[in-house]
């Protein structure tokens, strides 16, 4: 599961969400407040993931934090 932190300072901030392994993109969602993404992602043969986040959107001054739960490797 992937959402914006209930903490965020902006509640409008529109975030993008990348996952990449060995350099090629795995998946990516787009996350806006008050909402929530299951994202499904194998990981299969990948030695390098990367997991990383840009505000695409956001009121100038505040600022938005990703949070990621339920995660599983298997």
């Known amino acids: 599961m992937v959402g914006q932190d209930d903490g ?15 350099g090629r993109t ?3 969602r787009t996350v806006r407040y ?11 043969g990948v030695q ?6 840009t505000e695409v959107e956001c009121a100038p001054g505040e600022g938005a934090a990703l949070v990621l739960g339920s995660g599983k490797v298997g």
Not at 9 to 20: D, Y
Not at 34 to 44: C, K, M, N
Not at 48 to 53: C, M, P
């Open 26 to 28: 795995l998946a990516s």
């Open 34 to 44: 008050g909402q929530t993404s299951s994202l499904g992602v194998s990981v299969a």
């Open 8 to 22: 965020s300072e902006s509640r409008e901030a529109v975030l993008r969400l990348v996952v990449r392994g060995d």
């Open 48 to 53: 390098r993931l990367t997991v990383s986040f």
